[in-house]
């Protein structure tokens, strides 16, 4: 099947007219005239395992079939979920499937494409042309060699009328998850990636059109990681943040201590300024408690769990995911300290994007055990904080992502190559 009838087959498409089900986010058609590059069906060895490190590829440039993989498995559909509230999934998530990075491809020479600023459009599975030239002549001036990669935008008015000021966190948040997948599809063609936030140059603009985040530039590949014995392509398939819409009710499970390790170490291998927590509540072989993560040591105990329903409640405060049932809730931290003293954007956004990062390499390892992982920010901050102990340091929690079995697992339609 064709990546670009993809959806005709296997939605609603196929025996209906359109019926609104793509967000504006997500559109179906473009405007006459747009230029279109139609890429190659994706095509990637399904057996290559998770954190895959290929031998360094000699290309000086990406081809159009690495440009297509790269692009599908890091921002294509992933799964089409009719009995759910949110419609169409993507490799990363996204806070309530709202999508609001997207991805551009640029390269400043000519070669597999002319040189230019290409916008990834996942339900065409094409690149678009755009005139961006501001954007364009801010990469030239700071170009690196090789001159090409990705550029990471934001569109905040996709969050915005939902979260308001809480905007920024998530975009950022989102982009690093993009970013984590992306490094690792990169790993896996034999190419690196760097990821630098977008020139100070840019001056952010006061309405809340879209926005360049990050740059990720294409490098030699000087990387190791060590690869989970499960396929890249079905963890990234099985990522899921838990099925239920009208509410989460996990199954109630013991896990294997091998399991929460092999999560924690293939997190930790994200080499961010980044620290990992976990409230552990049924981990067979630890006591209930709050513990740090550290790579090739595994748990360290910090604190018991004071009140259990009082923790449980400061685990996720609005109603509907029912945290109990979750055997291991993992806590990231940053030290926050430069954000306040310094107030940039851009550290702002790395931060997030550091957090975010490990937030993905958790989400495809706990998929690689057949679990969900729900990414939020639903907890208590301060609560956490206190629990372990971060009350007089700069480092905060910033993020949470939820563990667990699903109940109830949908009827998910696989929309990945
Ligand atoms: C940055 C970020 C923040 C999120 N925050 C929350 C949250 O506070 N509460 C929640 O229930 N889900 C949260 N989510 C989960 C998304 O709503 C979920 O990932 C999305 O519906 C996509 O589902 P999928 O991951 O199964 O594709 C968040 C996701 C991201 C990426």
Redesign the pocket.
Known sequence: MKAATLNYKNTYLKSTAPRGEFPPALPLFVPPGTREIILPDPMLDTDLPLGHVAQASAADHLSLQDISNLAHYTLGL??Y?PGEL?LY??P??????KHATELWYFTLQDAALPAGLYRYNPIRHTLQMDDLQDWLSILAENARQPQDGWLLSAVPDRLRHIYGDFTS???C??AG?VTEQLQLVHHMLGHGLRSVPFPQQWVWPTTEKEIPLQVLWRENLQTEDTPLPVSFVEATRN?????GSNG?YPLPIRLPLETACQMGEFASRQKTTASLYAVVQNVEGLDPGAYSYLPHEGFRWIAPIPRKSEMQQAL?I?P??HVPHCPIVWLISEDTGVLQAEGTMQDYQQTHQDV?RV?QRL?LAAAASGL???????HDEGYFDWLLRLTDTDETVL?QVLIGQDRYEGWPVQMMF
């Open positions: 992933s799964r979920e949110y999934h993507r990363a998530p996204s806070p309530r499937c966190r998530l975009m948040l989102e998850h990522r899921h943040s838990a099925h989460v996720f609005t509907g995911f975010g937030g989400g969900f992982a729900r990414p939020a920010v639903s993020y």
